[in-house]
């Protein structure tokens, strides 16, 4: 578990998030190192919000102090890599259809080429209109 900051609004158990890292308007803040200390491109749940606030530079007012814990999110991987508790390196799809109905999972929000990432259970093969052999799988 990690304590973070969060918008107030968004401090609510249950509630998750793909932290994408720091803002400009964090620097020079003195809250930086409690806020900013999570991994970039992971996904979060809040698991608790604690009775305290403190005023954010973001323009979102008052920031919580919330209990997190990362979560693995689904991605596509190929399937000769798909063994569950191996760890990867990421290489998005490159097959240039925006219109799959598999395309968010094939191109994950914060996931970059070259991100190690541990299959915590594959979900089982995908139908991938390119040809490419795929499984779906829960990824940290």
Do not use: W
Not at 3 to 30: D, K, N
Not at 69 to 74: A, W
Not at 100 to 114: E, L, N, T
């Amino acid at each position: 578990m990690a304590i973070t900051l969060v918008s107030v609004a968004q401090a609510r158990a249950g509630r998750r998030f793909v932290y994408l890292g720091p803002q400009p308007e964090c620097e020079g803040c003195r809250l930086r190192r409690a806020c900013l200390n999570l991994e970039e491109g992971s996904t979060y749940e809040i698991v608790g919000v604690r009775p305290v606030s403190h005023e954010c530079a973001l323009g979102e007012g008052a920031s919580a102090v919330a209990e997190v814990e990362r979560v693995p999110s689904e991605s596509s991987v190929p399937k000769r890599s798909a063994i569950e508790g191996s760890v990867i390196t990421y290489k998005g799809i490159r097959c240039g259809r925006p219109g799959c109905p598999s395309y968010r999972v094939c191109h994950p929000h914060g996931a970059s080429d070259g991100d190690k990432r541990s299959i915590v259970e594959t979900l089982g093969d995908m139908d991938c209109p390119a040809g490419e052999k795929l499984v779906l799988a829960r990824v940290l």
